[in-house]
Every structure is written in C-alpha cells, then in structure tokens.
C-alpha cells in the first residue's frame, strides 16, 4: 500500500508539472512568433507556431553559426523541442552555445520578447587615445588596461557580443613567480619558464627577446587579473599544464562564469570574459571606453609615416576613427582556409569560427609588416573530411591505442600508443599532403564504429562513411584494402609484415612499440580511416619587438601599430611546442604590454 500510495504520489506530481508547463504555453495564443538571442557568431533568429497551445514548430529563420560545429544543434534543437512542447530540452553535443541561443530565441518568442531597434553608437569624448580591434580576451585585456591607465579607448567588435573563442575555452594561463604560486609555496622564476621552451621545442624556433619579455611579465599579468580584475582562480592551486608537463606547476585555472568549478578546465575561459567584460562595463560607466558591437573593421590607416586610426562598417555605414595608436586583437587565421593552405597544409580541418578570418594580419601585411613562425601549426590528429571546413567527425586516437597510423606511401610515422599531443601534431604535419590512415582489424577493434568521435551516432555515422567509400574502407587483406584506399600496396604489405613479426615477437618494432601489440593478418576484417589535421588555433603571427609594436622585415617599427592575442604567433614564444596555458598568456601578457606601450605612445603625441 505504501508503494502504491508512492507511485500515485510520483503520478501526481509528474501530472501537475505538465499541467503548470502546459498553462503556461496556453497563454500563449495561437499564431507564429518570431524570437531573437545571441549565438556563438551573431543573432538567431527563430519562428514558433503555436497551435490547439502546443508548439507544432520551430523553424530557423537567420543565423551565423559556425558551420559544421553548429549544425547538430540547428538539426536536432528545433525538433527536439517541438516534440517536448517544451525550451527545457538538451543541447546538442559539441553545440552548446548556438542550442542555448536557439532555447533562448524561442522562449523570447513564446515570452513576447521583442528584438530591440539598434541604436548608432556615438564615441563619448572628444578625442579617442587607443583603438583596440577585436573584443576576445587579448582584446578585452588591452581594453581594459589602457582605460586602467586614463587612456580613451575605443573597443570595436565584429559580432554582437564580447568574448569570441574565449568563451568555450579551456581557461588555463601559464604565469610564473605569482601570488598564487606564492601561497602555494612553489619557487619559480623566468629562468626556469625559459627552459621549459628550449626543452619542449622552442630551442633555435622562437624569438629568444619575445620568449625572455613575456616569461617576465606572464606572472604579472595572471596578478593583475587576481587582484585587479577579479578574475576567479577557484582553489588556486597551480598545475603543471595539460600537454606535456612543465617542470614547474605554474598554470592556473579561472572558474566559469557561471561559477560551475567541476567544468574548470573546460569552460574556464568564460570566467576571465566575465571579469573583463565588467572591467570594460566599468570603463564606460566613468567615461573613457566606448564599445562598438557589430562593427567591422575594414582596414588600418595610415598616413605614411604613422598608423592614424581606422575604418570601420556597420549598419549605419561606414566609418573613420583617428587615433594615435591602434591594437590589433582580430584572433588567428584558423578560420581562413585559404591561409591555412598557403601558409600550413595541403589537407586541413578546423574547429574556429568563421571569424577566425586572419584580419589583423592582412591589416598589417598591408601597412607592410612582417610575418614570422608562420611555417608551423600545432594542429589535431585524426579529422575526416565530411564534405566541410570545419571538423564535425574525427578518429578517436585518445583511448584506442591498438591501430597503426600510415603515410599514403603505406610507411609508419610513431609509436602510436605513446605518442602525446605534440607527436601526433607533428607526425600529421610531416606527412605527405598531411594524410595520415589509421590502419586496424577486428581483432583490435569488435566494434569499429568505437574509433569515431564527434557523432551522437557512431554506429550510423560508420556505416554511412564506410558505405561512401571516400574516408573508411574495409577489406580481406591488405592488397585490396591498400587499392581501395589510395595507399601504395608494396609499402603498406612490408610495413604490415614488419609490425605482425614484433607482434610475434620475432623482431623488435622498428618504433620501440611494445603496448598493445595485435598482429594485422589473420584478425578479421581489415580497416583504414583517411585523416587529415584539424585546428583549433594557429601558431605563426604578425612580427613585433619587444613592445608588441608591429615590425617590418628589417625591424623597423610601423609607428602606432600594435598587437596582442592569438595573431603574436605562439611558435615566437614558445616555438615548436604545445605549452599549457599559453594561448590565454598571449592574450593576457601582450594584451597589458601593448596596451602600456600604445598608451604611452598615444600620450606622446
């Protein structure tokens, strides 16, 4: 009786649940409404039907999403919420930012929530110091450092919202001697950060001068962000980085913005925009920083001898800002296919947003700067290409440690169940056309489909792959599966039957493998995948000197020029390497240093 009494209990309440969500969806009447959010790369906008009160659907009427990485939650969201009659539904995996805008661009349209009219922003003083040029973390950082230092600052943006990658990113910063490595009783010093180059890959790659200035003011900067900024740093407790270790633990981590610490080495980048943004908040309030949102800048001017501010386009139409000193934020180029074939690979993936244009850098070409590091990419390991830029299903190499990884000459590259981060980056670099086939059998895998990464669906998206014969194939021996994937047979055959004899322990493995070892022959059905890398950020930048004062080739200085973030080029930091915490230090260290030395130029003029 009493579990009976339980479950009309659980009845009961279920029924007044539905009974709540469903009076409030009656006093929506019936007809087709239109809402607005913010997404990961401008407004979504939706129409919801409403009928007999019950959503009958949900249509995407306009959005900038970023193209493959969206389109889970463009395809599954609408529908999804149709079929609960309900914005309480879960986002698309990989497809966070653009589920919620979609939850959030309905509810607005069931709520009433009308998308304001715009208004034209009018810069507040009469005369503008620094022009900062993009408002991810190095622009945000530069932004609110010069106006920390009385400058007038003008922050433009090209979406309608702060942030950019900064969002979604991980949120680790390298710094070394801070007040939380301090509390933690932990001796470092720039010493000790600049041996952690050489030793990772910097020797003889990097700029040794940019290298030495940001080991001494990386720490500076994670202390101006704890106790001016107030960014929240948790536990505060230093690690030794995510890729490989340094020899010091001296990345910290920012907690989210919305304070969820389990997601801390996930999300935590969101937390610096969230303590930048109310710094820039702050700025505007007393006066000195003016925030242009869906603004785009069109180009740097110049008068000849010096940068003298910009041109910009928005719905208002084009145009000029003057000022002394401009720095440019814009991002990476990892967006920009047609830069990354130029200047990286000839097969390429990537995971930026289409923003990612590589803007600061055809600003700076054009005012005749240099590039420098740009040979290298630190890319990902096993993407397959679906018919689009942007990576939507890759190999999984993390946890299936049994396959081999070949060239399309059929040749070995690594010991593949060791190789790290950086191995796997520079064996995809290396290859020929950067097309790397990971190679295994049943005996390895029973489940193929477990390879896969990126699909709700493995098993489906397996079998749609491998029925289309472009990326997976399947064969009886390796003869055939060599011919069916474009790999040349004679070297694929002797590669194979040199691994299957130290598999058998007749030989030694010509890469020192000796973990999990499975011969290829004789395991069943035998399988490839065609991969290429993926990006999710670019290393080679803009040349500039110790002041983030963009150069020309024969290091003169383009007066008024001055940059931070992602397009400094981390391979001139840190070289050849995957250092934890240094794509937030380039924004947060150069950020302060560009906007001190931009400011200081703007005061001396």
Request: net charge negative; with cysteine.
């Amino acid at each position: 009786m009493k579990m009976i009494r339980k479950l009309l209990s659980v009845v009961l309440a279920l029924a007044m649940l539905l009974s709540i969500a469903g009076m409030a969806l009656a006093q929506t009447a019936d007809g087709t409404y239109e809402g607005v959010a913010q997404g990961m790369g401008g407004d979504v906008k939706v129409s919801v039907t409403v009928s007999g009160g019950v959503i009958t659907d949900v249509t995407v009427l306009s959005q900038n999403e970023t193209v493959g990485i969206s389109d889970p939650a463009l395809k599954s969201i609408p529908a999804a919420i149709v079929e609960a009659n309900s914005t309480e539904v879960d986002a698309a995996a990989g497809a966070t930012v653009t589920s919620e805008a979609i939850k959030t661009a309905v509810q607005n349209a069931l709520d009433g929530v009308q998308e304001e009219e715009a208004a034209e922003v009018v810069v507040p003083f009469d005369h503008i110091d620094v022009i900062v040029v993009g408002g991810g973390l190095g622009g945000l950082a530069a932004t609110v450092r010069a106006s920390e230092l009385g400058a007038n600052v003008l922050l433009i943006e090209q979406t309608s919202k702060l942030g950019a990658s900064g969002l979604l990113a991980g949120g680790s910063l390298v710094g070394v001697n801070t007040r939380i490595e301090a509390e933690n009783s932990i001796e470092d010093s720039v010493e000790l950060m600049l041996e952690d180059f050489d030793r990772l890959g910097g020797k003889g790659m990097n700029n040794p001068t940019l290298a030495k200035t940001f080991a001494e003011n990386c720490g500076r900067a994670v202390d101006w962000l704890d106790t001016v900024v107030g960014v929240d740093f948790g536990e505060r407790v230093p690690t030794y980085g995510g890729y490989v270790a340094l020899n010091v633990p001296r990345v910290h981590y920012a907690v989210p913005a919305d304070g969820d610490v389990s997601k801390s080495s996930g999300k935590g980048g969101s937390g610096y925009v969230k303590a930048l943004s109310a710094k820039v908040d702050e700025g505007i309030a007393n006066g000195n920083v003016c925030l242009m949102l869906d603004t785009q800048v069109t180009g740097v001017n110049y008068d000849g001898e010096k940068v003298t501010g910009v041109t910009a386009t928005n719905a208002f139409g084009e145009r000029t800002y003057d000022a002394p000193s401009v720095i440019l934020a814009c991002g990476g180029y990892g967006g920009n296919e047609e830069m990354l074939k130029t200047y990286n690979f000839k097969n390429v993936l990537t995971t930026c947003a289409d923003t990612s244009r590589g803007d600061g850098y055809t600003f700076a070409l054009e005012l005749g700067a240099a590039l420098s590091g740009m040979d290298w990419v630190s890319a990902y390991a096993g993407g397959i290409n679906t018919g689009t830029f942007h990576k939507v299903l890759s190999a999984n190499l993390y946890t299936n440690k049994q396959p081999i990884w070949v060239t399309m000459e059929g040749n070995r590259l690594t010991n593949e169940p060791v190789a790290n981060s950086t191995d796997q980056s520079n064996a995809w670099n290396a290859a020929t056309d950067n097309l790397v086939y990971i190679i295994f059998n049943d005996a390895m895998l029973e489940d193929p489909s477990t390879i896969l990464y990126g699909a709700a669906d493995l098993k489906a998206a397996w079998e749609e792959q491998l029925a289309l014969g472009k990326n997976i194939w399947a064969a009886d021996t390796i003869e055939e599966l060599a011919q069916k994937a474009g790999i040349d047979a004679a070297g694929l055959t002797a590669t194979v039957e040199a691994y299957d004899k130290a598999c058998a322990g007749e030989a030694e493995d010509p890469f020192g493998r000796t973990e999990n070892m499975i011969a290829l022959e004789n395991g069943g059905m035998i399988y490839a995948i065609k991969t290429m890398p993926y990006v999710m950020m670019t290393n080679g930048g803009v040349a500039m000197n110790e002041n983030a004062n963009i150069i020309r080739e024969d290091g003169t200085p383009i007066v008024g020029l001055y940059q931070c973030g992602e397009q400094v080029g981390s391979d001139n930091i840190a070289g050849h390497s995957s250092v934890g915490g240094m794509a937030h230090g380039n924004c947060m260290t150069w950020g302060m240093i560009s906007a001190e030395n931009a400011v200081k130029h703007a005061q001396e003029r």
